[in-house]
């Protein structure tokens, strides 16, 4: 999705605040607005708040045991344009197979001098616990030329060809007070697959075999992410958001879910019940905020102390699998 959409958009002027919901209005007219004076937004401030409620239901021909999976969490997150720069810093509870955990986090996000992505992330798992500095440089694109081109107004036939189909709601929605539109969109397989080839092109880098991007795909067959903006009728920003997975066919995921959990025995099926995967974001365009990467994650990554993205994730796959017992 490009930032600008998420990041929201300035006032109309004077003529604008006079404005109110216009049920003859269009989505493709929401968005031509919207995009109209987005190239103005210097930054934003969002609170957002995360929920998972799950569970794998395991069955015999007898009874059936639930495996309760869930997780609550909330960040501030803050972006600015010029230069481009993003923080967010939170914390989340886990609940899942009986075990509970408390994490928190905090990331920055900047442009390096080649026009790198670099990132710096420290997660800590518990208070009485050490955290632990990861540092990420995505150099392979110019993040300086991607932010150039983001500023190009799109019109509403612009999003779909990135995938993105809005549809207007057919009567003004209230979000604490301010009157909104209510501008929907879902993101399933195939408008995935656009987005990720759109980007490609936009960073300059080479997609992954159609073979390797149809079986990554494949996975996530059947799911589908449900995006709700509410928009200022008077000031076409978008003051808040929601997104949910609610909804999705789950038939490909329970069918890898099977076979991974094969050995439960003859007679015995596994089956994710998905009650509530949601965030909701509240948005404000007030002040522009400094993304300032502390100089603790700089030493730590100037020491070695800080280890990159990638062996992070490696190590995980690692423990998941031992705990798993494929290793």
Do not use: R
């Amino acid at each position: 999705m490009k930032k600008k959409l998420l990041l929201g958009l300035i006032t109309l002027g004077a003529a604008s605040m006079l404005c109110g919901f216009d049920s003859a209005q269009t989505a493709e007219g929401v968005l031509d607005k919207m995009n109209e004076v987005s190239s103005s937004v210097e930054g934003m401030t969002m609170d957002m708040d995360m929920n998972l409620d799950a569970a794998i239901n395991i069955s015999d021909s007898q009874t059936t045991s639930s495996l309760a999976i869930g997780m609550t969490g909330g960040f501030d997150v803050a972006a600015a344009m010029d230069p481009f720069g993003i923080s967010m810093d939170g914390s989340f509870k886990i609940s899942s197979l009986g075990q509970n955990q408390d994490m928190s986090m905090k990331m920055y996000g900047v442009v390096g001098e080649n026009g790198s992505f670099d990132t710096y992330t420290y997660a800590q798992e518990s208070a009485d616990q050490p955290g632990q500095w990861v540092y990420q440089s995505e150099d392979g694109f110019d993040m300086n030329q991607i932010m150039e081109l983001s500023k190009t107004t799109l019109s509403a036939s612009d999003y779909a060809e990135w995938g993105l189909n809005f549809t207007l709601a057919p009567a003004a929605a209230d979000v604490n007070g301010t009157e909104c539109y209510a501008l929907s969109a879902v993101i399933d397989k195939d408008a995935l697959n656009t987005m990720i080839t759109k980007v490609s092109e936009l960073a300059g880098q080479e997609l992954p075999s159609s073979d390797e991007l149809s079986l990554a795909l494949s996975y996530i067959d059947g799911l589908q992410m449900n995006i709700t903006y509410y928009v200022d009728t008077a000031t076409y920003y978008p003051v808040s958001a929601h997104i949910d997975f609610n909804g999705s066919d789950l038939s490909t995921i329970n069918s890898l879910l099977a076979t991974s959990m094969g050995d439960l025995g003859e007679g015995t099926s596994a089956e994710l019940v998905l009650n509530d995967f949601s965030m909701d974001m509240a948005l404000d365009y007030s002040a522009v905020p400094e993304i300032t990467v502390p100089q603790e994650a700089l030493d730590a990554v100037a020491s070695g102390a800080a280890v990159s993205a990638d062996d992070m994730a490696d190590a995980l796959e690692e423990a998941a699998e031992s705990e798993a017992g494929l290793e």
